[in-house]
């Protein structure tokens, strides 16, 4: 099956016993036992629902992995993911990755040994030379958030191999609908599905998808022995959402196009990032490795100029958290998303106080554009 189809049909289609065309919402915590030595398939929720059964086996489906686990959030998988590590590994992180993940790594797994090493995951020939017998893994974002640095996966795939590491990828901003990191030799997958996939801003969710057997009963064992898992009321708006990705993303990715392109022309703007522009350092990478450039954009307001009434006077566009939603939403990343990251890095990395992200909606184009212009010209 094609994606978009995949997309519709994919993992449990529907409900067998019904013909519903969705999966029921099983809302229920525990399953009759009957005989006293059977061996059902469900016992307890935190150990495995139908409805988020459903989810897990789509996403995996959907990033052609061996397995996959929803969580209650973003932050919930990717927590889950790093407890795979004991005291003493190190894993290498990219300098610029959500700030969140930054801060569970800086400040909570070091509370267990758990270190950590940055390193500019949009040039990797330094990256080899980090690697000693501590480090036990490499975890990326391409495209980064929020600076659109993008990262080579196959390449670092074949040196996470070769130094037997495990690869990881947050796949958030790219969706499997434009980007399979296991396909490019990523051994983990993690998701912010609050973001693209449930697509509505309606949900807070996350999953992880491993490539083998082993790291699948590894994570089974973490999810149900911590419990942060989703819910079945969210893992039904997940599927839901996830129904119609093809259909948003495509737009997503056109009026991206063409927000970009206007506010590079801009006075008011001194930079853009976004991965679709051909002089951008990473475009042949992500023309390699990913069938779009996505939705967001970053750009870097004059240093003159009022960032904060810019923000404060957008009407369409929200000025609020998060992204991948069909709204258009903007945020700073330097006292909102990024605030967990220390002031020195952000301004080593370029995310200084006249940053904005903006994840382009589905919106008319024009609106948003005219939105931005009214904005602009205050
Ligand atoms: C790239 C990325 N990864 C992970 C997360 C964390 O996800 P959540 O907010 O669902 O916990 C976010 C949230 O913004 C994100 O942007």
New binding site residues.
């Given amino acids: 099956m094609k994606i978009e189809s995949l997309l519709i049909h994919g993992g449990i289609d529907g409900d067998a016993r019904t013909g519903a065309v969705n999966v029921p919402i099983y809302q229920t915590s525990t399953f009759k036992k009957g005989k006293f030595d059977s061996d059902n398939a469900y016992e307890y929720s935190r150990s495995g629902n139908p409805t988020r059964e459903a989810v897990e086996k789509l996403i995996t489906d959907l990033e052609q992995g061996y397995a996959g686990f929803a969580f209650a959030?973003?932050?919930?998988a990717?927590t889950a993911t790093l407890s795979l590590f004991k005291t003493g590994d190190r894993i290498l992180i990219s300098n610029n990755i959500?700030g969140?993940?930054f801060r569970v790594i800086d400040k909570y797994f070091n509370n267990f040994g758990i270190h950590y090493t940055l390193f500019d995951s949009s040039d990797i020939t330094q990256l080899e030379n980090k690697i000693d017998d501590s480090v036990k893994a490499i975890f990326i974002?391409t495209p980064t958030?929020p600076l659109m640095g993008i990262t080579d996966i196959v390449a670092v795939a074949k040196i996470a191999k070769k130094n037997n590491l495990l690869l990881i990828v947050?796949n958030?901003?790219m969706t499997p609908y434009l980007q399979k990191p296991i396909t490019l030799g990523a051994d983990i997958v993690?998701h912010?599905?609050?973001?693209y996939l449930s697509g509505h801003s309606d949900l807070?969710?996350?999953l992880v998808v491993v490539n083998n057997k082993e790291l699948a009963e590894r994570i089974v064992f973490i999810q149900n022995s911590t419990g942060g898992i989703l819910s079945p009321f969210d893992s039904f708006l997940l599927i839901r959402g996830i129904k119609t990705l093809a259909l948003r993303m495509d737009r997503h990715n056109s009026n991206a196009k063409v927000v970009s392109e206007f506010l590079r022309d801009r006075k008011e703007v001194e930079k853009v990032y976004y991965p679709g522009f051909v002089d951008h350092p990473g475009h042949k990478i992500q023309e390699k490795q990913a069938n779009g450039y996505g939705g967001i954009i970053s750009f870097v307001l004059n240093k003159d100029y009022d960032y904060k009434k810019f923000l404060e006077s957008l009407e369409l566009i929200t000025f609020g958290e998060?992204?991948g939603g069909v709204e258009s939403l903007i945020c700073h990343p330097a006292t909102m998303?990024h605030a967990a990251i220390p002031y020195e890095i952000r301004q080593e990395i370029g995310i200084t106080d006249h940053l904005v992200r903006l994840s382009v909606g589905v919106e008319n184009v024009s609106d948003i554009v005219a939105d931005l212009t009214r904005a602009l010209e205050l």
Avoid at 73 to 76: E, F, H
Wanted: charge should be negative.
């Fill in positions: 959030s973003g932050m919930a990717t959500y969140g993940t974002e958030n947050d958030t901003f993690i912010s599905a609050t973001k807070i969710a996350g998060s992204l998303t």
